[in-house]
Structures are given as structure tokens and as C-alpha cells.
């Protein structure tokens, strides 16, 4: 193949995005053919998740974009079936020269439909302007035939063609372009007619799911050396410990639960094994922690503080404000993804911050003055003077302070108890809590939804010195994880704001109070990455105070 051949080919498997209807409209489609979530993410292997996501605004990328535009595709048309008046007909679909459809198909972005979200045409002018204008491709097609002087690869197998259309050479009879190219590839073991790959898939990618292994999958786990196949409670240990529980106590549903919520932590523990294997980085359990990180008395704590936030906007515009607070889904369960240091602390001096370590740090906290919108973001402390923080808490204030936002001072770092650090050290466990709490709720499998928030909930709050957990004592991964969920509650407030939102109040790890159109900011349901509503009310302007349903609780 010449560099120009390959320039050819190259050219040939450009592609372009594929349209997708607006957000309102995908939702639509799909519930008036009464299909849940759960049953598109399955055909298009994703979460239930993603796809509230994706009819929320987001638009997905890559493969999954183009399965997904062909589902919307189809549905649109399956529903236009549906609502058409009784004895109209439907419109054909665009049909090419049967010559030509082969090797045309491979370069068009998608098959010959309409592209999806472009305006359909009706009426009888609508069918005869499609008409028309597919003759006209089919005939414009026909001309740029053209016969090579000499034979060049074919852009869909490789092989010697003597035609090309629109200047790619390529075969016009599939079965020409199903020879195989030289060097011969090895004899298929299977001795009976196969359909060329070419025409069995438009593109040059791997199957749909090939990577994530697909529904004809088989899993496989490493064992020594080698890999054999994984069993049932091998891939899914949450769903095997349902099972068991479920059987043990004769489907009783409340007696079930409470002992899977008994045995959350040292099913945590074990999972959080099983999600290791083969891990890059070994987990130290019990490494020697600085005085700071152990409890000044029995009852007391230790020197940490953790910005928790507990704040209400101290005034609102003139005016009547419907206020609504938002509970934010998972929030420890998203706050495993943070920076955790991986071995035993060590001890620094000086203002400098390395990206690379994750620890503990004293500083000087910068003086905050947007406590009118926004709040503070080391949170509700009055003592004045140095105070030890968390990684999250000083990665904050450092963005914060920096060229983009520039709504603060940077903080002044006096010592640091640090170690080098990845950010993806809990990543495979808690993707796994995820996709067990993502088919929980699409299953309304409320058993497995109680355990796995008592297994990530339990897992953080018995790091430190706590008698229910002596496999593992990392006190900083508790004050990391539990911290960098305040963060993340603090960069939605700063979202909201961003967007126009009055924020009213920010408590602890999941609760966000705003007035405006939150839809616009957030998507709505129970996923990690959605809010759901608490509770509603209206703050009037002569200050009579919240009114239209209870006042929320802290916490």
C-alpha cells in the first residue's frame, strides 16, 4: 500500500458525530414504548445511571453514542408507527443499488436512515422530496464508478481492486472483497460459509462490548500464572451474599437485611480484598500514624479537623424564594475516589505543597469573604490560629486561590505528615459497590440497596480507632474520605452558584438548600452522580420564615 493508499484509508474511516434529539425528547421516546432505564442500559452496556444522564442533558461519546442514536432512531420510528392514523403508510426507508451497498456502507457514518434528530418531512411533499433526492444519490453513486488502470487495496479488506467510488478504490461485488488479501491470513477453523466481517459491521471497530466483556462473555479471573473461569460469587460477591441471605432465612426480607447489615464490615474487608487482586499498590493496614492522628482522650478526638460545613446564607434578596433541599446520593460512596497516601506518614516542613503525596498538613487558613453566597471551605470553625487539615480540604483552598477562580488568599502550610499517594487505590472497590447500588435501584431491590450503604458507610467510619474494625487502622483515610465528601458538597454549592442559583444553606456530606431551576444544574434520581429532592419550602420577603412543609433537619 503506497502512503497515498493509506491516506485513502485513513480518509475512509473518518466519522462523524452522529445528531442525538434533545434531552426531553430521548426520555420521551423511551417511555411512551414503556421501557425502563435499566432495560437501554442493558442492551447498550451501560448503567441505568448513565442513561438518566443522558436524557438529563449529558450526550455520551464514541461506540455507545452511535448505539445509542440508533436506539433513539428506532424508537422515534417505532412511535410514529404507533400514533400514525389507521391505514397510513409508513415511510420506506431509504434503499440503495444492491451493487453499491456494500462498499459504500463501511464510509457512511451510520447506515442509510435519516440522521437522528433531524426534522422529518410528512405529508405527501415530504415522501416525494425524499424520493426524489434518494434517486438522486443512488445515480450520482452510480456515476463515480470508475475503472483503475491498475489495481489498488481495496479500503475495506486490503485486497488488489480494480473499481473505486468517490476516488476509494474498493470491491463492488462483496464476495470479491471477502478474498483475503496477501499474505494470506490462516485457514478459519470453522470449514462451512461465513459472511465477510466487512459486511456483517459497518465500521473497522470491535464488537460492541468486546471490552467490557459481553453478554456471551465469559468473566475469568487470574489464578497463579494462569486464568480460568470465574464462578458466580467470584464476579459478584454482593449478589452471592444476598443470595445466601435470602435462602438462609427463607426470604424473609427485614431478617435478611439486618444480618447483611451485621456483617457489612467484614464483608466490606472482603471485598475490598477481592477488588485488590492483582492491585498495583499493596494496602498498609496498620502503619505507625503521628500523634496529631490518635484521640487526645478516651472520649475525645484527635487533632484533625475535617471542614465539615454547617451554613446558612446569612440574608436573601427582597422577594418570596422557593426554597428546595437537595440530598446528595452516595456521598461517601463517591468520596472513596480521592487522594490516599499509600504507606506510612512522614514528617515535612515548609510552605510547599507536592502533588504527589497525600497526607495531612497545619496551615493558616486564607481569609474567606464570600461567606454571603458561598461557604466557608474549611467550614464552621471560629477558633482563629494554624489548624491540621486534610488533603481535599488544602487541594480546595489551592485551587481556589489560583488564577481560575482567585476567591481566596493561598494558604500558608507550616509541616506536613505525608506519603506518596494515588488516587485510584479504593477506584475498583468502589465502582463495585457502585454497580451493585446502580442494579439495586433499577431492580428495586431495596435488600441490596440497604447492605451496600451499610458496607461503604461502615467501611469509612471504622478506619480509625474503632473496635468493629481491626483489619485495617488508617485514621487519615477516614479524615481523607469523610473530608473530601464536604468538598464535593462544596463544589455543588459552587455549581449552583456558578449558575445563578441562590444557595441557601450547605450541611454536612449530602444536603444542599437552593432557590432556582436545579433541574438545569443537576440531573434528578437516586444515582451516585443525581440528586433527589428532601424537601420543599418558601422562605417569604416580609421574614415570616420557611412556610409549605417542615423545616429540614441538620445533619
Same mark, same amino acid.
Given at each position: 500500500?503506497t502512503?497515498?493508499d493509506?491516506?485513502d ?19 420521551? &421516546? ?8 435499566a ?6 452496556g451501560?448503567?441505568p445511571?448513565?442513561?438518566g444522564?443522558?436524557?438529563?442533558g ?7 453514542r ?11 420510528a417505532?412511535?410514529?408507527e404507533?400514533t ?6 409508513a415511510?420506506?426507508? $431509504?434503499?440503495?443499488p444492491?451493487?453499491?451497498a ?7 457514518p ?13 405529508g ?6 425524499? +424520493? ?5 444519490? @443512488?445515480?450520482?453513486a452510480?456515476?463515480?464508478?470508475? !475503472? ?6 481495496c479500503?475495506?479488506c ?9 476516488g476509494?478504490?474498493?470491491h463492488?461485488?462483496p464476495?470479491?472483497?471477502?478474498a483475503?488479501a496477501a499474505p494470506?491470513?490462516p485457514?478459519?477453523?470453522? #470449514?462451512?460459509?461465513?459472511t465477510?466481517r ?6 473497522g471497530?470491535p464488537p ?7 453478554r456471551g ?5 487470574? /489464578? ?5 473461569a470465574?464462578s458466580?460469587?467470584e ?6 451474599a ?9 426470604? +424473609?426480607?427485614?431478617a @435478611?437485611?439486618?444480618?447483611l ?5 467484614p +464483608?466490606?474487608m472482603?471485598?475490598?480484598d ?7 499498590y499493596?494496602?498498609v493496614?496498620?502503619?505507625? &500514624? ?6 487526645q #482522650?478516651a ?6 479537623w ?11 434578596? $427582597?422577594?418570596t424564594?422557593e !426554597?428546595t433541599?437537595?440530598? %446528595?446520593?452516595?456521598?461517601y460512596? #463517591?468520596?472513596?475516589? =480521592? ?10 516542613t515548609g ?9 495531612v ?18 467550614? #464552621?470553625? +471560629?477558633e482563629?490560629?494554624?489548624?491540621? !487539615?486534610?488533603?481535599?480540604? &488544602?487541594?480546595?483552598?489551592l485551587? &481556589?486561590?489560583?488564577?481560575k ?8 502550610i507550616?509541616?506536613s505528615?505525608?506519603s506518596?499517594?494515588t488516587?485510584n487505590?479504593?477506584e475498583?472497590?468502589?465502582v463495585a459497590l457502585?454497580d451493585?447500588?446502580d442494579?439495586a435501584?433499577?431492580?428495586?431491590d431495596?435488600? =441490596?440497596?440497604?447492605? /451496600?450503604k ?6 469509612v ?6 473496635n468493629y ?5 488508617r485514621?487519615d483515610?477516614m ?5 473530601q ?10 455549581r449552583?452558584y456558578d449558575?445563578?442559583?441562590? !444557595?441557601i ?8 438548600h ?6 438545569? %444544574? ?5 444515582g451516585v452522580t ?5 424537601d ?8 415570616e ?11
Amino acid at each position: 500500500m503506497t502512503d497515498f493508499d493509506a491516506i485513502d484509508a485513513l480518509l475512509a474511516t473518518a466519522r462523524q458525530e452522529v445528531p442525538l434529539p434533545d434531552a426531553a425528547e430521548r426520555r420521551v &421516546l423511551r417511555e411512551e414504548l414503556n421501557l425502563s432505564r435499566a432495560q437501554v442500559a442493558h442492551v447498550l452496556g451501560v448503567s441505568p445511571s448513565t442513561v438518566g444522564g443522558w436524557e438529563s442533558g449529558r450526550d455520551p461519546a464514541g461506540e455507545v453514542r452511535e448505539k445509542y442514536a440508533y436506539f433513539l432512531s428506532r424508537a422515534r420510528a417505532r412511535v410514529e408507527e404507533r400514533t400514525a392514523p389507521p391505514g397510513t403508510a409508513a415511510p420506506a426507508e $431509504p434503499a440503495e443499488p444492491a451493487e453499491l451497498a456494500e462498499p459504500i456502507e463501511p464510509i457512511e457514518p451510520a447506515e442509510p436512515a435519516e440522521p437522528v434528530g433531524a426534522p422529518e418531512e410528512s405529508g405527501a411533499d415530504g415522501e416525494n422530496a425524499r +424520493d426524489a433526492g434518494d434517486a438522486a444519490d @443512488a445515480e450520482g453513486a452510480v456515476d463515480e464508478v470508475e !475503472v483503475l488502470a491498475r489495481p489498488r487495496a481495496c479500503v475495506l479488506c486490503g485486497g488488489p481492486a480494480r473499481q473505486q467510488v468517490a476516488g476509494f478504490p474498493q470491491h463492488l461485488d462483496p464476495a470479491e472483497c471477502a478474498a483475503p488479501a496477501a499474505p494470506a491470513p490462516p485457514p478459519a477453523r470453522d #470449514s462451512g460459509a461465513r459472511t465477510p466481517r466487512t459486511a456483517a459491521r459497518p465500521t473497522g471497530r470491535p464488537p460492541a462490548g468486546g471490552d467490557r466483556g459481553g453478554r456471551g462473555g465469559v468473566p475469568i479471573v487470574p /489464578v497463579g500464572r494462569r486464568a480460568q473461569a470465574a464462578s458466580a460469587g467470584e464476579t459478584d460477591p454482593v449478589a452471592r451474599a444476598v443470595a445466601e441471605a435470602l435462602a438462609k432465612h427463607s426470604g +424473609d426480607v427485614e431478617a @435478611a437485611t439486618a444480618a447483611l447489615v451485621r456483617r457489612a464490615i467484614p +464483608d466490606a474487608m472482603a471485598l475490598l480484598d477481592h477488588t485488590r487482586k492483582g492491585g498495583r499498590y499493596d494496602i498498609v493496614a496498620h502503619p505507625w &500514624l503521628p500523634d496529631v492522628l490518635h484521640k487526645q #482522650s478516651a472520649r475525645g478526638a484527635d487533632q484533625i479537623w475535617e471542614a465539615r460545613p454547617k451554613w446558612t446564607r446569612p440574608e436573601l434578596p $427582597p422577594g418570596t424564594h422557593e !426554597v428546595t433541599a437537595l440530598d %446528595v446520593n452516595g456521598a461517601y460512596l #463517591s468520596a472513596l475516589k =480521592t487522594h490516599l497516601p499509600l504507606g506510612q506518614l512522614e514528617h515535612s516542613t515548609g510552605d510547599h505543597h507536592d502533588r504527589r503525596r497525600a497526607g495531612v498538613h497545619l496551615i493558616t487558613a486564607p481569609d474567606w469573604e464570600h461567606d454571603a453566597v458561598l461557604p466557608n471551605p474549611i467550614g #464552621s470553625r +471560629d477558633e482563629p490560629g494554624p489548624l491540621w !487539615v486534610t488533603e481535599p480540604t &488544602l487541594r480546595l483552598l489551592l485551587r &481556589l486561590s489560583g488564577p481560575k477562580y482567585g476567591l481566596c488568599d493561598p494558604p500558608e502550610i507550616h509541616e506536613s505528615w505525608t506519603s506518596g499517594a494515588t488516587e485510584n487505590l479504593l477506584e475498583k472497590f468502589r465502582v463495585a459497590l457502585k454497580d451493585a447500588r446502580d442494579r439495586a435501584i433499577a431492580e428495586d431491590d431495596e435488600v =441490596t440497596l440497604t447492605y /451496600v450503604k451499610a458496607m461503604y458507610s461502615k467501611f469509612v467510619s471504622t478506619l480509625g480507632e474503632s473496635n468493629y474494625n481491626r483489619e485495617i487502622y488508617r485514621t487519615d483515610w477516614m479524615h481523607l474520605i469523610r473530608s473530601q465528601a464536604f468538598v464535593n458538597l462544596w463544589w455543588k454549592a459552587h455549581r449552583c452558584y456558578d449558575e445563578g442559583l441562590l !444557595v441557601i444553606r450547605a450541611m454536612g456530606t449530602d444536603e444542599l438548600h437552593v432557590s432556582g431551576d436545579w433541574r438545569g %444544574v443537576f440531573p434528578e434520581g437516586r444515582g451516585v452522580t443525581e440528586v433527589k429532592v428532601k424537601d420543599t419550602y418558601t422562605v417569604a420577603a416580609d421574614g415570616e420564615g420557611p412556610t409549605g412543609g417542615p423545616a429540614p433537619e441538620d445533619g
